[in-house]
């Protein structure tokens, strides 16, 4: 199935979206995603052309993604926070046609310093008046590219992980093996649609099974609660982040309608797993995924789970623990993760080389996880292969604020870690060695950090 055609079939009289004060059918969802993808096409947008996407969660995000790819391109949804030369990288690397935003935003500069061309720009406001268009119907196929993933790598440039029509409706599909979901539930969406995690989970899950889709722009807590209780939500997504903030919360009555409890992209903690679940009566369900397997690998059952689990596998999704010589190893022996199954990218963006040591020639996709696996089949994982931090369930690589910090006057040699922290799972903590006879102003140091890199990029703890 083409991803786009997900929500096809559904009634067309049955609510879909929720936003703020906005509400949409699934007819009226349809007709405006139609709408959209005819005016991209009288834009220019051919198939595989490359369509940037940056913007806080709302209904046009989701309009927007599903246009694009019915007219046959390539959406790149982009984080919201980056600053203009951290998206100028990407839409020079996509070698993108085309961006849409909901206000316009300051890139001619830094694409000018790339030397890269200069990029058109339509915003949300544009597309909602955009004279009437016929759809031309596009020749696509499942293996087709759809979506292109930006994350960071060891090198401190990002990298683009390429999601097929397939890759994304498989792992949704998959997903819900795991976690049923009916034409009946209601997610809420409180997690940044620009991440993998959440598309898959809080938007194409709900809208593959016809439910129902609650949008908060900007994650704030007590707003989350209120939409919880006033719309009925029955699945919560969220990172260890969020459910450390609802353990410590006296408000028991505001979550008796959810069904489901979902965890991911960090680590959720034994304390505060057992904790929930003896507080509400009910378990969170911790899941593990990566932007390269589109993204979810495992999950958490309802019906069985294990604390500190990252659960077993979801359907038609393998998995297998190898040592340092390839080999896979028995149960309960420490290794590196691989995974294999429909989910896995088409590759790296212009990196052949990358894709190739990350894809083995069967399939098998090397995580850079170190875990072991019990004899049910549960995953825990134990370490990174990788030197990654997750801060808030942001991915930050190190050496892309090295590098940054690096070219401040008067520093000879600096060092970036995660240290433990109770609210964001790690924070980001910066170790400077000043020039000889230069001294190192911390507040000036972090005042140029931001604007350079995004804000949870910038360090916490500055030593």
């Given at each position: 199935?083409?991803?786009?055609?997900?929500?096809?079939h559904h009634?067309?009289e049955?609510e879909a979206i929720?936003?703020?004060?906005?509400s949409?059918?699934y007819?009226?969802f349809q007709?405006?995603?139609?709408?959209?993808?005819?005016?991209f096409?009288?834009?220019?947008?051919?198939?595989?052309?490359?369509?940037g996407?940056?913007?806080k969660?709302c209904?046009?995000?989701?309009?927007?993604y599903?246009?694009?790819?019915?007219a046959?391109?390539?959406?790149?949804?982009?984080?919201?926070?980056l600053?203009?030369?951290?998206?100028?990288?990407?839409?020079?690397?996509?070698?993108?046609?085309l961006?849409v935003v909901k206000e316009a935003?300051?890139l001619?500069?830094?694409?000018q310093e790339?030397?890269?061309?200069s990029?058109?720009?339509?915003?949300?406001?544009?597309l909602?008046?955009?004279?009437?268009?016929?759809?031309?119907?596009?020749?696509?196929?499942e293996?087709?590219?759809?979506?292109?993933i930006?994350t960071?790598?060891t090198?401190g440039k990002?990298?683009?992980?390429?999601l097929?029509?397939g890759?994304?409706?498989?792992?949704?599909?998959?997903f819900?093996?795991?976690?049923?979901?009916?034409?009946e539930d209601?997610?809420?969406c409180v997690?940044?649609?620009?991440?993998?995690?959440a598309?898959?989970?809080?938007v194409?899950?709900?809208?593959?099974?016809?439910?129902?889709i609650?949008?908060?722009?900007?994650?704030?807590?007590?707003a989350?609660?209120?939409?919880?209780?006033q719309?009925?939500?029955?699945m919560f997504?969220g990172?260890p982040?969020v459910?450390?903030l609802l353990?410590?919360s006296?408000d028991?009555d505001s979550?008796d309608?959810?069904?489901?409890f979902?965890?991911?992209?960090a680590?959720?903690?034994?304390?505060l797993?057992?904790?929930?679940?003896?507080k509400?009566g009910?378990p969170?369900l911790?899941g593990?995924?990566l932007?390269?397997?589109?993204?979810?690998v495992?999950v958490?059952?309802?019906h069985?789970?294990?604390?500190g689990?990252i659960?077993p596998?979801?359907a038609?999704v393998?998995?297998?623990?190898?040592?340092?010589?390839?080999e896979?190893?028995?149960?309960?022996?420490?290794?590196?993760?691989?995974?294999?199954?429909?989910?896995v990218?088409l590759?790296?963006?212009?990196l052949p080389?990358a894709?190739a040591?990350?894809?083995?020639k069967d399939g098998?996709?090397?995580t850079?996880d170190?875990?072991?696996m019990?004899?049910?089949g549960?995953?825990?994982?134990?370490d990174?292969?990788?030197?990654?931090?997750?801060?808030s369930?942001e991915?930050?690589?190190p050496r892309e604020?090295?590098e940054?910090?690096s070219?401040y006057?008067?520093?000879?040699?600096?060092?970036?870690?995660?240290?433990p922290?109770a609210?964001?799972?790690?924070?980001?903590c910066?170790?400077?060695?000043?020039?000889?006879?230069?001294?190192?102003?911390?507040?000036?140091?972090?005042?140029?950090?931001?604007?350079?890199i995004?804000?949870?990029?910038?360090?916490r703890e500055?030593?």
């Open positions: 199935m083409l991803f786009h055609d997900i929500f096809a009634p067309k049955r929720i936003d703020q004060d906005r949409v059918t007819g009226e007709d405006l995603v139609e709408r959209w993808a005819a005016y096409e009288a834009l220019g947008v051919k198939k595989g052309d490359r369509v996407l940056v913007s969660n209904l046009e995000f989701i309009v927007t599903f246009a694009v790819i019915k046959g391109g390539v959406i790149v949804p982009i984080n919201f926070q600053v203009p030369r951290e998206i100028a990288y990407i839409v020079k690397d996509t070698a993108m046609k961006l935003l300051p001619a500069e830094p694409l790339l030397s890269a061309p990029l058109m720009q339509i915003t949300f406001d544009e909602h008046h955009a004279p009437e268009q016929e759809f031309v119907p596009v020749s696509l196929t293996t087709d590219p759809s979506t292109i930006y960071s790598g090198t990002p990298k683009g992980a390429m097929s029509h890759n994304l409706y498989a792992n949704a599909r998959d819900m093996e795991s976690i049923p979901l009916t034409a209601t997610a809420l997690l940044p649609m620009y991440h993998c995690f598309w898959t989970v809080c194409a899950g709900p809208l593959l099974c016809g439910g129902r609650v949008i908060q722009a900007v994650y704030q807590f007590k989350a609660m209120r939409l919880v209780k719309y009925g939500v029955t997504t990172v982040a459910y450390r353990h410590e006296r028991l979550v309608s959810v069904r489901y979902i965890s991911g992209g680590p959720l903690g034994l304390d797993a057992r904790g929930f679940a003896l509400f009910r969170v911790e593990y995924g932007s390269e397997a589109s993204p979810v495992s958490n059952l309802p069985k789970v294990k604390v689990s659960g596998t979801i038609h393998k998995a297998k623990i190898i040592n340092a010589h390839g896979e190893v028995p149960h309960f022996e420490r290794g590196e993760l691989l995974v294999k199954g429909p989910n990218m590759g790296y963006l212009n080389d894709t040591k990350a894809i083995e098998w996709l090397h850079g170190v875990g072991y019990d004899e049910d549960f995953i825990f994982l134990v990174r292969v990788k030197d990654m931090i997750i801060s369930g991915n930050v690589y604020i090295e940054v910090v070219a006057p008067g520093v000879a040699e600096c060092s970036v870690i995660g240290i922290d609210l964001r799972g790690q924070a980001i910066l170790y400077v060695v000043p020039r000889e006879g230069e001294t190192i102003d911390k507040k000036a140091l972090r005042q140029y950090l931001i604007g350079r995004a804000p949870y990029k910038v360090p500055y030593f």
